[in-house]
């Protein structure tokens, strides 16, 4: 079946230390966009690519990096610069406009 | 900064009746508008979509397009518990910049 897959689905961050989230999709879309959502609140866009080799910011790209080397993968690294990067994050695709978007099931990060 | 808005609810309706949800959105040159449902620690699904003004009938699922006034709204007949979710409207510029409204929540009583 054709979808994005989101790994790992919990993530567990120490004070100071990067991670990486990975999106991987075989719908054979172009876009790809990383979304933050904190608790009761909207999707906040960090990072999209609308083609490999790539990428732009988004409205809260800081504390954030993303790679486009394959067209079915847009890793997403939260770095020791992103302050409070507990939240729920979203990956999405789309094949353009003015298609929707396709998400995934979304990595839930927590700092402890 | 191109907004889209929502009342953040809760709408609780009861089980049967029609609930309306209802997005506007300030980019007049926005060119196509969503509908995504989203349950609680799920991510979001996309239920609707809508290009031109008027209606579009999906189901038990109605969108409705105003592009002079701005203004998208999402009609559920016969609404079901099922049906209990946040509801997310999205507007998609011409270059595929999609803007998010935070949300309505809506709660169908049995």
């Known amino acids: 079946d054709g979808g994005i897959t989101q790994s790992p689905k919990y993530l567990f961050r120490k004070e100071g230390q990067n991670v990486t989230l990975s999106c991987e999709q075989n719908l054979n879309h172009d876009a790809m966009y990383w979304y933050r959502q904190d608790p009761g609140q909207g999707l906040r866009l960090i990072y999209y690519s609308q083609i490999v080799n790539d990428f732009q910011k988004g409205d809260i790209a800081e504390g954030y990096s993303v790679s486009r080397e394959k067209k079915e993968s847009f890793p997403l690294t939260v770095t020791s610069a992103q302050k409070n990067p507990t939240a729920f994050y979203l990956c999405a695709s789309s094949p353009g406009s003015p298609y929707g978007y396709t998400f995934g099931s979304g990595t839930r990060l927590t700092v402890v | 900064q191109k907004e889209v808005e929502q009342n953040s609810g809760p709408l609780s309706v009861p089980e049967g009746a029609i609930a309306s949800l209802n997005c506007t959105y300030s980019?007049?040159?926005?060119?196509?508008f969503f509908w995504y449902r989203q349950y609680s620690g799920k991510s979001p699904e996309l239920i609707m979509s809508i290009y031109s003004n008027g209606d579009k009938e999906d189901g038990r699922f109605t969108a409705q397009l105003n592009k002079a006034s701005q203004y998208v709204s999402l009609l559920i007949r016969d609404s079901q518990p099922s049906d209990s979710a946040t509801y997310l409207c999205?507007?998609?510029?011409?270059?595929?910049?999609?803007?998010f409204g935070a949300g309505t929540r809506l709660t169908v009583k049995p």
């Open positions: 980019d007049r040159v926005s060119q196509s």
């Open positions: 999205a507007v998609n510029e011409r270059n595929n910049d999609m803007r």
